[in-house]
Protein backbone atom coordinates (compact mmCIF):
# COMPACT_ATOMS: atom_id res chain seq x y z
CA UNK A 1 0.00 0.00 0.00
CA UNK A 2 1.42 3.12 -0.87
CA UNK A 3 2.25 5.71 2.15
CA UNK A 4 3.45 9.02 2.77
CA UNK A 5 4.25 10.46 6.19
CA UNK A 6 5.17 13.84 7.27
CA UNK A 7 7.61 15.06 10.45
CA UNK A 8 7.17 16.22 12.56
CA UNK A 9 3.86 16.97 12.81
CA UNK A 10 3.79 20.02 14.51
CA UNK A 11 6.73 22.88 14.77
CA UNK A 12 6.68 26.16 16.36
CA UNK A 13 9.24 28.58 15.44
CA UNK A 14 9.69 32.02 16.15
CA UNK A 15 9.05 34.87 13.41
CA UNK A 16 12.95 34.70 11.42
CA UNK A 17 13.42 31.23 11.69
CA UNK A 18 14.59 28.95 8.92
CA UNK A 19 12.40 25.97 9.00
CA UNK A 20 12.43 22.39 7.40
CA UNK A 21 9.91 19.72 6.97
CA UNK A 22 10.06 16.12 5.69
CA UNK A 23 8.04 13.99 4.02
CA UNK A 24 9.22 10.46 2.96
CA UNK A 25 7.30 8.52 0.97
CA UNK A 26 6.28 4.73 -0.04
CA UNK A 27 5.15 4.21 -3.83
CA UNK A 28 5.35 1.11 -5.96
CA UNK A 29 5.50 3.27 -8.96
CA UNK A 30 6.76 6.90 -7.99
CA UNK A 31 5.76 9.84 -10.68
CA UNK A 32 5.61 13.02 -9.43
CA UNK A 33 5.75 14.51 -5.54
CA UNK A 34 3.40 18.16 -4.49
CA UNK A 35 3.65 19.95 -1.55
CA UNK A 36 0.62 22.46 -0.69
CA UNK A 37 -0.08 24.89 2.26
CA UNK A 38 -3.46 24.58 3.73
CA UNK A 39 -4.59 27.77 5.86
CA UNK A 40 -7.95 27.92 6.76
CA UNK A 41 -9.56 26.00 4.16
CA UNK A 42 -8.57 24.88 0.71
CA UNK A 43 -4.73 23.93 0.10
CA UNK A 44 -3.24 26.05 -2.10
CA UNK A 45 -0.64 24.35 -4.50
CA UNK A 46 2.97 24.70 -3.98
CA UNK A 47 5.01 22.67 -5.56
CA UNK A 48 5.60 19.94 -8.06
CA UNK A 49 8.58 17.61 -7.86
CA UNK A 50 9.73 14.73 -10.32
CA UNK A 51 12.93 12.78 -11.55
CA UNK A 52 13.35 15.67 -14.30
CA UNK A 53 12.62 18.54 -12.01
CA UNK A 54 14.17 18.00 -8.15
CA UNK A 55 14.69 21.12 -7.02
CA UNK A 56 12.31 24.11 -6.94
CA UNK A 57 12.56 27.68 -5.26
CA UNK A 58 9.73 29.96 -4.82
CA UNK A 59 10.97 33.00 -2.82
CA UNK A 60 11.48 31.93 0.67
CA UNK A 61 10.41 28.73 -0.26
CA UNK A 62 11.98 25.90 -1.55
CA UNK A 63 11.85 21.77 -1.85
CA UNK A 64 14.41 19.10 -3.03
CA UNK A 65 13.30 15.50 -4.29
CA UNK A 66 15.78 12.84 -3.22
CA UNK A 67 14.66 10.06 -5.10
CA UNK A 68 17.61 7.84 -3.72
CA UNK A 69 16.53 8.07 -0.26
CA UNK A 70 12.81 8.42 -0.97
CA UNK A 71 12.05 11.84 0.31
CA UNK A 72 11.71 15.18 0.24
CA UNK A 73 12.00 18.22 1.80
CA UNK A 74 10.24 22.17 2.39
CA UNK A 75 12.66 24.69 3.74
CA UNK A 76 10.73 27.79 4.55
CA UNK A 77 13.73 30.52 5.54
CA UNK A 78 12.82 34.20 7.09
CA UNK A 79 9.67 32.69 8.50
CA UNK A 80 6.88 35.19 8.58
CA UNK A 81 3.74 34.98 10.66
CA UNK A 82 1.95 34.51 7.60
CA UNK A 83 3.66 31.41 6.78
CA UNK A 84 1.40 29.63 9.62
CA UNK A 85 -0.28 26.71 8.22
CA UNK A 86 -0.96 23.05 7.63
CA UNK A 87 1.68 21.72 4.78
CA UNK A 88 0.86 18.92 2.99
CA UNK A 89 2.99 16.22 1.13
CA UNK A 90 1.22 14.16 -1.26
CA UNK A 91 2.48 11.67 -3.95
CA UNK A 92 1.38 11.05 -7.23
CA UNK A 93 1.76 6.86 -7.88
CA UNK A 94 2.32 6.39 -12.43
CA UNK A 95 -1.35 5.21 -13.37
CA UNK A 96 -4.89 5.30 -13.23
CA UNK A 97 -6.00 8.84 -12.27
CA UNK A 98 -3.60 10.65 -10.74
CA UNK A 99 -4.77 10.08 -7.54
CA UNK A 100 -2.85 11.74 -4.93
CA UNK A 101 -1.67 10.12 -1.93
CA UNK A 102 -1.44 12.33 1.17
CA UNK A 103 0.93 12.56 4.43
CA UNK A 104 -0.80 13.49 7.80
CA UNK A 105 0.53 16.75 7.09
CA UNK A 106 3.04 19.31 9.42
CA UNK A 107 1.56 22.01 11.30
CA UNK A 108 3.73 24.97 11.21
CA UNK A 109 2.94 28.05 13.83
CA UNK A 110 5.27 31.47 13.75
CA UNK A 111 4.72 33.28 16.83
CA UNK A 112 6.19 36.92 16.26
CA UNK B 1 -8.80 30.72 -15.90
CA UNK B 2 -10.68 27.79 -13.88
CA UNK B 3 -12.64 28.01 -10.61
CA UNK B 4 -14.15 25.22 -8.20
CA UNK B 5 -17.31 26.08 -6.21
CA UNK B 6 -18.32 24.48 -3.19
CA UNK B 7 -21.61 24.41 -1.56
CA UNK B 8 -22.69 24.44 1.11
CA UNK B 9 -19.38 26.10 3.06
CA UNK B 10 -20.88 24.83 6.60
CA UNK B 11 -23.53 21.80 7.53
CA UNK B 12 -24.89 20.35 10.71
CA UNK B 13 -26.68 17.62 10.23
CA UNK B 14 -28.58 15.27 12.64
CA UNK B 15 -27.42 11.14 12.32
CA UNK B 16 -29.79 9.02 10.09
CA UNK B 17 -30.22 12.45 8.39
CA UNK B 18 -29.34 12.19 4.06
CA UNK B 19 -26.10 14.61 2.70
CA UNK B 20 -25.88 16.43 -0.58
CA UNK B 21 -22.77 18.36 -1.11
CA UNK B 22 -21.92 19.66 -4.32
CA UNK B 23 -19.53 20.68 -6.38
CA UNK B 24 -18.80 22.33 -9.89
CA UNK B 25 -15.84 23.57 -11.79
CA UNK B 26 -15.74 26.29 -14.42
CA UNK B 27 -13.49 27.13 -17.13
CA UNK B 28 -12.19 23.61 -18.22
CA UNK B 29 -14.05 20.74 -20.07
CA UNK B 30 -13.49 16.93 -18.97
CA UNK B 31 -11.89 17.70 -15.76
CA UNK B 32 -10.84 14.63 -13.44
CA UNK B 33 -12.61 15.33 -10.34
CA UNK B 34 -11.76 14.07 -6.51
CA UNK B 35 -13.61 14.06 -3.22
CA UNK B 36 -11.47 14.28 -0.15
CA UNK B 37 -12.37 13.98 3.63
CA UNK B 38 -10.36 15.54 6.26
CA UNK B 39 -10.75 14.61 9.62
CA UNK B 40 -9.62 17.07 12.47
CA UNK B 41 -6.28 17.48 12.25
CA UNK B 42 -5.38 14.95 9.55
CA UNK B 43 -4.17 14.79 6.27
CA UNK B 44 -6.55 14.31 3.30
CA UNK B 45 -8.19 10.64 2.29
CA UNK B 46 -9.71 10.31 -1.19
CA UNK B 47 -12.84 8.84 -1.65
CA UNK B 48 -14.10 9.28 -5.04
CA UNK B 49 -12.91 9.95 -8.51
CA UNK B 50 -14.27 10.82 -11.51
CA UNK B 51 -12.69 11.17 -14.73
CA UNK B 52 -16.09 11.53 -16.84
CA UNK B 53 -19.77 11.98 -16.75
CA UNK B 54 -21.44 8.98 -15.01
CA UNK B 55 -18.13 7.22 -14.45
CA UNK B 56 -17.10 6.87 -10.34
CA UNK B 57 -14.41 5.22 -8.70
CA UNK B 58 -14.56 4.51 -4.74
CA UNK B 59 -11.30 4.23 -2.62
CA UNK B 60 -12.92 3.34 0.30
CA UNK B 61 -16.08 1.35 1.51
CA UNK B 62 -18.15 3.40 3.52
CA UNK B 63 -21.64 5.36 4.25
CA UNK B 64 -21.47 7.41 1.01
CA UNK B 65 -21.49 7.69 -3.08
CA UNK B 66 -20.86 9.94 -5.34
CA UNK B 67 -22.22 10.52 -8.91
CA UNK B 68 -21.36 13.07 -11.64
CA UNK B 69 -24.45 13.64 -13.78
CA UNK B 70 -22.90 16.61 -15.80
CA UNK B 71 -19.26 17.44 -17.22
CA UNK B 72 -18.52 20.07 -14.19
CA UNK B 73 -20.35 18.31 -11.83
CA UNK B 74 -19.65 16.30 -9.00
CA UNK B 75 -21.96 15.38 -5.74
CA UNK B 76 -21.38 13.94 -3.08
CA UNK B 77 -24.38 12.15 -1.15
CA UNK B 78 -25.56 9.65 1.99
CA UNK B 79 -28.79 8.19 2.01
CA UNK B 80 -28.13 8.25 6.25
CA UNK B 81 -25.33 10.23 7.88
CA UNK B 82 -23.11 8.65 10.91
CA UNK B 83 -21.07 10.52 13.65
CA UNK B 84 -18.34 9.10 12.09
CA UNK B 85 -19.18 11.42 9.01
CA UNK B 86 -18.08 14.78 10.30
CA UNK B 87 -15.26 16.19 8.78
CA UNK B 88 -13.93 18.65 6.03
CA UNK B 89 -15.15 17.58 2.48
CA UNK B 90 -13.33 18.79 -0.04
CA UNK B 91 -13.57 18.47 -3.97
CA UNK B 92 -10.77 18.51 -6.56
CA UNK B 93 -9.99 19.00 -9.79
CA UNK B 94 -7.43 18.64 -12.69
CA UNK B 95 -7.05 18.43 -16.24
CA UNK B 96 -4.92 14.73 -16.50
CA UNK B 97 -2.24 16.28 -15.49
CA UNK B 98 -0.57 15.78 -11.85
CA UNK B 99 -1.38 18.90 -9.89
CA UNK B 100 -4.96 19.42 -8.24
CA UNK B 101 -6.89 22.01 -7.15
CA UNK B 102 -8.89 22.86 -4.93
CA UNK B 103 -12.30 23.89 -3.95
CA UNK B 104 -13.05 25.99 -0.47
CA UNK B 105 -14.93 22.68 1.19
CA UNK B 106 -17.95 22.04 3.16
CA UNK B 107 -17.67 21.76 7.11
CA UNK B 108 -19.88 18.89 7.86
CA UNK B 109 -20.80 18.03 11.55
CA UNK B 110 -23.13 15.26 12.39
CA UNK B 111 -24.55 15.55 15.83
Known amino acids: EDKVVQSPLSLVVHEGDTVTLNCSYEVTNFRSLLWYKQEKKAPTFLFMLTSSGIEKKSGRLSSILDKKELSSILNITATQTGDSAIYLCAVVPRGGAQKLVFGQGTRLTINP | SQTIHQWPATLVQPVGSPLSLECTVEGTSNPNLYWYRQAAGRGLQLLFYSVGIGQISSEVPQNLSASRPQDRQFILSSKKLLLSDSGFYLC??????????FGPGTRLLVL
Open chain 2, 92 to 101: AWNSGLETQY
